[in-house]
């Protein structure tokens, strides 16, 4: 793995920074009906994308993830004014404003979604996989899934067909101890999810999710090991949530102690210690790169709100490929 400098720090810290803000800035919106629907934020995970992406072939490399996926979408660099326009429903959004919070799509950056129904992105990275072996594309697929999907049974099967095929796919597991309302704890088994691949044969392995170095190491192996034709590695990150599940979650299964015990560890705040231990920025400095950050949030903000919804015609040419529709009645 290449070195970590002192400039990938300030990448860290400006990316991750940058996603905490935009994710505060959504519940904003949200709360102010500007974006509807649902909303699932990824305040607390940030180091997970920085880490994995630091270590992928963006140019070849593949992630497709559920619905808590705003975030990873940007990492793998997608446009925020076009995320953004895709919350708020527009036609300038990542799918034309038809996908929503819940479906950011991007062939262009290789984001096969967000993804809505719980574990139903798994068979699919393993399928994305799959065409890239079969087209020696040399690539490698990201395949990202919440504790609360791993036991759905869509797991256990691409784990096992997975392995047979050897596929180049790393599993991600975010472990962020809830799925929904329901803590781990009362909801499984066995409490160190990555044991679940050792079942499969499959090299597994907890990592923590608040160090990017810690990622991009554990991610790095299981990238290389993947591209050498070893096929997949399953890696549980342990992470923690520092909103909801989604802006409907009134949080009731934890306490507000939980939360402020757990923001100890927050991720932006370790790589803002590192910058300031190695002196790569002062504290003023830091202060006039968050103003940057969040101006560069507003101007998102007002792409986003001047651009158009998409024309009733849009619908049906993104969903049927023939010209006339035979399943429409004119009135």
């Known amino acids: ?65 559920g619905y808590r996926c705003h975030i990873l979408a940007l990492a ?18 990542t799918s034309c404003g038809l996908g929503g919070s819940m479906h950011i799509f991007s062939k262009k950056y290789r984001f096969y979604g967000g ?49 047979l095929l050897k596929l180049p796919v790393v599993y991600i597991c975010e472990n962020n101890k809830y799925a929904m309302g329901t803590s781990f704890q009362k909801s499984s088994c066995i409490q160190n999810i990555f044991q679940l691949g050792l079942s499969y044969n499959m090299p597994s392995k ?23 034709g070893k096929g997949p590695t399953f890696l549980e990150i342990l992470t923690y949530r520092y909103r909801g599940h989604s802006m409907s979650d009134p949080e009731s299964y934890r306490t507000r102690d939980e939360v402020i015990e757990q923001k100890k560890n927050d991720p932006i705040l370790k790589i803002k210690n590192k910058i300031l231990e190695r002196k790569i920025l002062n504290k003023n400095l830091l202060k006039a790169l968050d103003l940057e950050l969040i101006k560069k949030i507003d101007e998102c903000v007002v792409f986003a709100e001047n651009s158009d919804y998409p024309p009733q015609k849009t619908m049906y040419n993104v969903v049927y490929s023939q010209k ?4 429409l009645k004119e009135k």
């Open 1 to 65: 793995m290449k070195p970590i400098s002192n400039e990938i720090y300030l990448k860290w810290y400006k990316d991750m920074s940058f996603w905490r803000k935009f994710e505060e800035k959504c519940r904003s919106l949200y709360l102010k009906q500007k974006i509807s629907g649902f909303l699932h934020l990824y305040s607390g995970q940030e180091a997970i994308p920085a880490g994995i992406t630091y270590v992928m072939d963006l140019k070849k490399d593949n992630m497709i993830t």
């Open 76 to 93: 793998m660099g997608i446009d925020p004014k076009k995320v953004m326009a895709e919350l708020f429903g527009k036609k300038t959004g």
């Open 115 to 163: 993804y809505g129904i719980v574990a139903g992105q798994i068979p699919l990275g393993a399928g994305i996989a799959f065409a890239d072996k079969y087209f020696n594309r040399e690539a490698v697929t990201v395949t990202f899934m919440g504790d609360g999907a791993i036991w759905q049974g869509a797991l256990h099967e691409t784990f096992n067909m997975s392995m």
């Open 324 to 327: 006339k529709y035979p399943f």
């Open 206 to 228: 907890s990592v923590d999710g608040s160090s990017p170095l810690k990622i991009a190491k554990e991610v790095d192996k299981a990238i290389k090991r993947a591209k050498n």
